[in-house]
């Protein structure tokens, strides 16, 4: 029913499409795409028994993991992935991303440095700590000139000050996903939220959720727009987040999602 939202284009391009055709580069496509394959495999999992002790996402994944711990509902999660989706492609300017081979510590001093006396109102001139991923993985975002400005410092810099070859790989994305450059797409999305009747649209957690947000566990404020807002332009605290579901000592991790994502 929540499909509608994609319209007949999406769903024939989705269903019927060859797969040597597809350019998956449409923020509609690539997001709910992602959304519906980790809700199914993780319920498919749950059908043969394998019951998680908590679960985390990243990014898009976040609203996954939501719906399977029960804290959103999967209608509420389709709504605001339609709405992130088609925002990121009609509202937000073009931009990209840049996976880098950096600690996140020498990521945000690299942030800091090419940010060095430009505005914070001036989105489309500053650059992005997106993702820290791993203790030797972090995604910039920004638009196509900032991040090519920050390309050249990285290559001109990188074995004499890392004391290593630092290994960068442009993300095959239409925008730079997790900066302020997707504000515009972050205000409609807590408007919609903040529009919900929350005993409707959210519940109680059947497991423990991590949050990209804030590095350690989901709480009430999940209920509010300003939080998935914050998702939407801030930093995914990925590291923190594996740091958290470690320190239960889990004695098996299963990740679930299309490909290697």
């Not at 590095?215 to 958290?244: C, F, L, P």
Request: one cysteine or more.
């Amino acid at each position: 029913e929540r499909s509608r939202g994609l319209g007949d284009v999406y769903k024939r391009q989705i269903l019927f499409q060859p797969a040597e055709e597809f350019q998956f580069t449409d923020p509609v496509l690539v997001q709910t795409c992602i959304f519906v394959t980790e809700v199914a495999l993780a319920r498919t999992l749950i059908g043969f028994g394998i019951e998680p002790t908590a679960v985390a996402g990243h990014s898009i994944g976040e609203y996954a993991a939501a719906t399977i711990s029960g804290i959103i509902t999967p209608d509420a999660a389709i709504d605001m992935i339609l709405l992130r989706a088609t925002s990121a492609r009609d509202d937000c300017i073009a931009g990209g991303m840049l996976s880098a081979s950096l600690s996140g510590e020498d990521a945000r001093t690299l942030v800091d440095e090419i940010n060095l006396g430009i505005s914070e109102d001036d989105y489309e001139h500053r650059v992005y700590l997106a993702c820290d991923n791993d203790p030797e993985r972090v995604v910039f975002s920004g638009t196509k000139d900032v991040l090519e400005r920050l390309k050249y410092v990285i290559d001109s810099q990188g074995e004499a000050r890392f004391g290593r070859v630092v290994k960068l790989r442009e993300l095959h994305v239409t925008n730079g996903f997790h900066s302020e450059l997707m504000k515009p797409m972050a205000d409609k999305v807590s408007t919609l939220v903040d529009s919900w009747d929350a005993q409707d649209s959210f519940s109680n957690a059947r497991y423990p959720v991590t949050s990209n947000v804030t590095g350690g566990w989901m709480d009430e404020e999940v209920r509010s727009g300003g939080y998935w807002a914050s998702q939407i332009v801030g930093t995914v605290k990925w590291v923190e987040n594996v740091h958290a579901l470690l320190r239960w000592n889990p004695h098996n991790i299963v990740e679930v999602g299309p490909g290697t994502t």
